[in-house]
T-cell receptor
Framework: AQSVTQLGSHVSVSEGALVLLRCNYSSSVPPYLFWYVQYPNQGLQLLLKYTTGATLVKGINGFEAEFKKSETSFHLTKPSAHMSDAAEYFCAVSVGYGSGSRLTFGEGTQLTVNP | EAQVTQNPRYLITVTGKKLTVTCSQNMNHEYMSWYRQDPGLGLRQIYYSMNVEVTDKGDVPEGYKVSRKEKRNFPLILESPSPNQTSLYFC????????????FGSGTRLTVV
């Protein structure tokens, strides 16, 4: 079975600083990997996803993530934080044929951006 | 507009009173799923459906039922709600080929007293 671990339930950065949110996964077969963002009182929005091919994936709002198989990681980064990036971020994984129905989420990381 | 619509957005009910949360999508997606979100636990899958009349249990199915009679609708039924089902619920849908790129509804906040 697949699983996801997000390191750090709360991350705080200054506006303009690098954002780094950590995600490690466990899977016995090649995974599909996702980052979602949740703004207050809203549903989840897909930021980016890795399925196959290029391991550096670019998403919306200037975010990107790199799939590193050797480290079983899919960390999310953004070079310069903006106040509007404050939200909760979820890493997720699915594996295998038909697996898109079985998406497993991490526990989430709350990002705070300080002025 | 492509979307997943859940109703109601907020619901307060009493223990044991049957309720249904509706979910509808207008994108012709094959996959639909229900999740509950609880503080510190992230999102946990309750049930999912890979197509009409095809449903299966997720990680936390106890106390819930679902049906998929039409492709666009995937209601969540709580036959006898209990306080431990107080949570934020999300419906989501996706194309089978997306590998998990779900589109989420806005959520239903359920309180069982």
């Amino acid at each position: 079975a697949q699983s996801v671990t997000q390191l750090g339930s709360h991350v705080s950065v200054s506006e303009g600083a690098l954002v780094l949110l950590r995600c490690n996964y466990s899977s016995s077969v090649p995974p599909y990997l996702f980052w979602y963002v949740q703004y207050p009182n809203q549903g989840l929005q897909l930021l980016l996803k890795y399925t196959t091919g290029a391991t550096l994936v670019k998403g919306i709002n200037g975010f990107e993530a790199e799939f590193k198989k050797s480290e079983t990681s899919f960390h999310l980064t953004k070079p310069s934080a903006h106040m509007s990036d404050a939200a909760e971020y979820f890493c997720a994984v699915s594996v295998g044929y038909g697996s898109g129905s079985r998406l497993t989420f991490g526990e989430g990381t709350q990002l705070t951006v300080n002025p | 507009e492509a979307q997943v619509t859940q109703n109601p957005r907020y619901l307060i009910t009493v223990t044991g009173k049957k309720l249904t949360v509706t979910c509808s999508q207008n994108m012709n997606h094959e996959y639909m799923s229900w999740y509950r979100q609880d503080p510190g636990l992230g999102l946990r899958q309750i049930y999912y459906s890979m197509n009409v009349e095809v449903t299966d249990k997720g990680d936390v199915p106890e106390g819930y039922k679902v049906s998929r009679k039409e492709k666009r609708n995937f209601p969540l039924i709580l036959e006898s709600p209990s306080p431990n089902q107080t949570s934020l619920y999300f419906c989501a849908s996706s194309f089978a080929a997306s590998g998990g790129g779900y589109t989420f509804g806005s959520g239903t906040r359920l309180t069982v007293v």
